[in-house]
């Protein structure tokens, strides 16, 4: 098993400054399924992450209890609200997103389930998924034929366990993981300390990071970061190396301020700008 270590002048050379003449039409746009009832913090969190890491649009959809706290909380992100109350029911919409997330917070209602299997039945667009809809994925395997190809999957170990079974090995979690990343051609963000990408046999291990990262939402944020590089048009397996490196270096350029206890996942979102400019300083 061949491994590739993410050093900083490997990441440097799959970063792309923007373009002066950039603007916001041309930054891309993300789309944000997430939160349900107690969960909308994963919404905010994502989609805020998602604007922080150089998107020109991100639109979030969630239920309607939702409306109110997205926009106040992150008042550039623009809010699409499902018919229903506390969770979401039918992912329809009328914008034309680069990349789209679904997932964090979002709960695992029967009609939720539903909503995801009529979207994967429908999209094109290059997609994200977290969280719950892995969980949702993991109960109805037979959907996993509906993702399009390089759709990125970033479980949590627990999470990873539900998608392809429990093992007895490290080299067994990483056979069992290149096998379903083959089998439906999807790249797996295996989340962890490290995280490692894992796109077909090929193996990225990440090289940043530490336990600031144990705490509530930091997956979220994960999501939309690696949502917004997406929909900037990097290419799928980029934004999850990229992403993942950007996220574990805003907790390694926090820690002499922060400490690890006091580190937040909006914290995340607050240094990014630093781990963004540690790469452009390299340009
Ligand atoms: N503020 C919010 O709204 C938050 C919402 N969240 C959402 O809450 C829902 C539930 O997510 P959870 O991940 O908490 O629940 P899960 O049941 O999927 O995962 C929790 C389980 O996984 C284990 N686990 C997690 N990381 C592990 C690791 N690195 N090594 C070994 N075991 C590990 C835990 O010990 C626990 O048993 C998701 O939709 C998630 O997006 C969470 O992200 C927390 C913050
Ligand atoms: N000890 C650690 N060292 C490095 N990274 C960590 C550590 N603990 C957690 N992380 C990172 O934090 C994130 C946690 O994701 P996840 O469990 O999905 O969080 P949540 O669902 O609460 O948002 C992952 O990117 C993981 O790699
Ligand atoms: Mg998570």
Redesign the pocket.
């Known amino acids: 098993m061949d491994t590739l270590y993410s050093t900083k002048s490997e990441i440097v050379k799959r970063y792309n400054p923007i373009d002066p003449k950039a603007h916001k039409g041309t930054q891309g746009h993300a789309l944000i399924v997430a939160g349900s009832y107690g ?4 919404a905010a ?1 994502s989609s805020k992450a998602c604007l922080k890491s150089g998107c020109g649009l991100v639109t979030a959809f969630v239920p309607k209890c939702g409306y109110e706290i997205l926009q106040i909380s992150n008042p550039e992100v623009m809010t699409i609200t499902d018919e229903q109350e506390k969770f979401i029911s039918n992912i329809t919409f009328d914008i034309k997103p680069q990349a789209i997330a679904i ?5 695992q209602e029967m009609i939720t389930q539903n909503a995801l299997h009529q979207f994967l039945k429908n999209n094109t667009v290059p997609l994200i998924l ?3 809809a892995l ?1 949702i994925l993991s109960s109805k395997k037979e959907w996993l034929s509906l993702l399009q190809s390089k759709t990125i999957l970033t479980p ?4 990873l366990e539900r998608l392809i079974g429990k093992w007895n090995s490290d080299e067994e979690k990483f056979d069992k993981t290149i096998a379903f990343s083959k089998q439906h051609d999807v790249i797996i963000v295996m ?2 300390a490290p995280t490692f990408i894992i796109d077909g046999a090929v193996i990225y291990e990440n090289s940043t990071g530490n336990s600031a990262l144990a705490t ?2 930091s ?2 944020v994960l999501t939309g970061i690696i949502t917004s590089l997406v929909a900037q048009a990097y290419q799928p397996i980029n934004a999850s190396i990229l992403g993942v490196y950007l996220h574990g270096l805003t907790a390694d350029v926090a820690l002499p301020e922060t400490g690890h206890h006091a580190f937040i996942a909006s914290d995340i979102i607050n240094y990014l700008g630093k781990a963004f400019l540690t790469l452009e300083n390299e340009k």
Do not use: S, T, V, W
């Open positions: 969960k909308m913090g994963a969190l997932g964090p917070g979002l709960g977290d969280a719950d969980n949590h170990p627990k999470e989340k962890g509530a939402g997956g979220d």
